[in-house]
């Protein structure tokens, strides 16, 4: 079951870390590892992932028996939390590829996925803000962060949110890939707009069946990689 066991730790370096730990040692599909704060919390491209103690959910999920649809983990999940937000909020979702769930084009939940397909595992890790008020974002973050108390107003509590996420990822990864690639698709916020990465610059044109970003540039259509583009 997803989300069970449950470890909570008030105070520890990653969840991510832990629960990679822990499938490596043999944890159960759907192990959660959840905690208030993280002194090591880290997101995509090894930049650190910033949370007031006991305002974010900082979850990560422990998956087993990977497929031929793992690639599509991290739709899953970004959709999972679109979900989850929505049931909880009076918010309206969307998916920036690769993985950050937008509100009001600015970034709620990021999304680091981490596997060891060899070993037939994969972490899921979501940090999600809930109760975050607009003045405990980082300076930094100001301009292009929010939570679901700043988008909304609404009080929910990170228990709620864990909860909402354990059952909307259940149902998300029980789904076909193409059923995930249609509702990921439907919520695709770069669609139709210019983007930028570290290569290029092109017109968006949606995810390729594998969840590659599709761009139509100067030179014809280019697939980007999650793993290796950067967009700006
Ligand atoms: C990103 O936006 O680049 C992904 C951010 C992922 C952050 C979450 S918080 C819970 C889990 N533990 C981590 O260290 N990272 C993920």
Same mark, same amino acid.
């Given at each position: 079951?997803?989300?069970?066991?449950?470890?909570?730790?008030?105070?520890? !370096?990653?969840?991510?870390?832990?629960?990679?730990?822990?499938?490596?040692?043999?944890?159960?599909?759907?192990?959660?590892?959840?905690? !208030?704060?993280?002194?090591?919390?880290?997101?995509?491209?090894?930049?650190?992932?910033?949370?007031?103690?006991?305002?974010?959910?900082?979850? /990560?999920?422990?998956?087993?028996?990977?497929?031929?649809?793992?690639?599509?983990?991290? $739709?899953?999940?970004?959709?999972?939390?679109?979900?989850? /937000?929505?049931?909880?909020?009076?918010?309206?979702?969307? $998916?920036?590829?690769?993985? @950050?769930?937008?509100?009001?084009?600015?970034?709620?939940?990021?999304?680091?996925?981490?596997?060891?397909?060899?070993?037939?595992?994969?972490?899921?890790?979501?940090?999600?803000?809930?109760?975050?008020?607009? @003045?405990?974002?980082?300076?930094?973050?100001?301009?292009?962060?929010? /939570?679901?108390?700043?988008? /909304? !107003?609404?009080?929910?509590?990170?228990?709620?949110?864990?909860?909402?996420?354990?059952?909307?990822?259940?149902?998300?990864?029980?789904?076909?890939?193409?059923?995930?690639?249609?509702?990921?698709?439907?919520? @695709?916020?770069?669609?139709?707009?210019?983007?930028?990465?570290?290569?290029?610059?092109?017109?968006?044109?949606?995810?390729?069946?594998?969840?590659?970003?599709?761009? @139509?540039?100067?030179?014809?259509?280019?697939?980007? !990689?999650?793993?290796?583009?950067?967009?700006?």
């Amino acid at each position: 079951m997803i989300g069970s066991p449950h470890v909570h730790f008030r105070r520890i !370096d990653s969840t991510n870390e832990r629960a990679r730990a822990l499938a490596a040692a043999g944890a159960p599909h759907g192990t959660l590892v959840t905690a !208030d704060e993280q002194t090591a919390g880290h997101g995509r491209h090894g930049r650190p992932w910033l949370a007031r103690p006991g305002r974010a959910l900082l979850a /990560s999920f422990v998956i087993r028996g990977l497929t031929e649809a793992e690639a599509l983990l991290p $739709l899953c999940a970004g959709l999972a939390v679109c979900e989850a /937000s929505e049931a909880l909020a009076p918010v309206s979702c969307a $998916l920036k590829w690769p993985n @950050d769930v937008w509100i009001e084009r600015r970034k709620a939940a990021g999304i680091l996925v981490e596997g060891r397909p060899a070993q037939g595992w994969a972490v899921i890790g979501i940090g999600l803000n809930v109760s975050t008020a607009a @003045d405990e974002l980082p300076h930094e973050l100001r301009e292009t962060a929010t /939570s679901l108390l700043i988008a /909304s !107003d609404e009080r929910v509590t990170v228990g709620e949110a864990r909860a909402a996420l354990a059952s909307t990822l259940a149902a998300r990864l029980a789904d076909p890939p193409e059923e995930t690639l249609a509702r990921w698709r439907a919520r @695709d916020a770069l669609l139709g707009g210019q983007v930028r990465w570290e290569g290029g610059e092109g017109r968006a044109a949606g995810i390729s069946d594998t969840g590659s970003l599709l761009v @139509d540039g100067a030179t014809g259509r280019l697939e980007l !990689d999650a793993g290796e583009v950067h967009l700006r």
